[in-house]
């Protein structure tokens, strides 16, 4: 059967500049205590909580990387419906401002995976590529 229904639009975050340039900072700094500033200055600022997330789980530090993940999963979430988006549709990996939720819901998947939490690995997963595929694609690599 046929979808007669069209994708809904892309949804663009807009972007967050001084959260932005706060995180530039925070990557030359390049420490935990650097990220964790802008986070905390920036609470709603997914790319914070993102880079948060993938820092601790690439130290094996698996619940709080779940925990800086699932912060940033909501707070993205928040920010997505405040844009127009209605629980489906694209989310694209090219619009920068998107990042930081794309990689809050990959580091999710793969914390969830390592806690046992297989089916919320598995709905994380697919809504990665239900957003964007090139998402998915992208940060598989890392």
């Known amino acids: 059967m046929q979808n007669l229904l069209p994708e809904p639009p892309a949804t663009l975050l807009p972007a967050y500049d001084e959260a932005e340039a706060a995180l530039a900072a925070a990557r030359e700094a390049g420490t935990d205590e650097a990220y964790a500033e802008v ?11 993102g880079e948060l997330a993938a ?4 130290q094996g530090q698996v619940v709080p990387a779940y925990a ?10 928040d920010q997505l419906r405040r844009n127009g988006w209605r629980g489906h549709g694209p989310v694209p990996w090219s619009h920068e401002p998107n990042r930081g939720f794309l990689r809050c819901l990959h580091v999710l998947s793969k914390a969830a995976d390592e806690i046992g939490e297989a089916d919320e690995a598995a709905r994380c997963a697919q809504f990665l590529r239900d957003c964007d595929p090139a998402a998915g694609d992208a940060l598989a690599s890392n």
Do not use: C, K, M
Not at 39 to 49: I, L, V
Not at 55 to 58: E, L, M, P, T, V
């Open 55 to 58: 820092r601790a789980f690439a």
């Open 68 to 77: 800086f993940a699932r912060t940033g999963y909501h707070r993205g979430l």
């Open 39 to 49: 986070a905390g200055r920036f609470p709603t600022f997914s790319a914070a909580w």
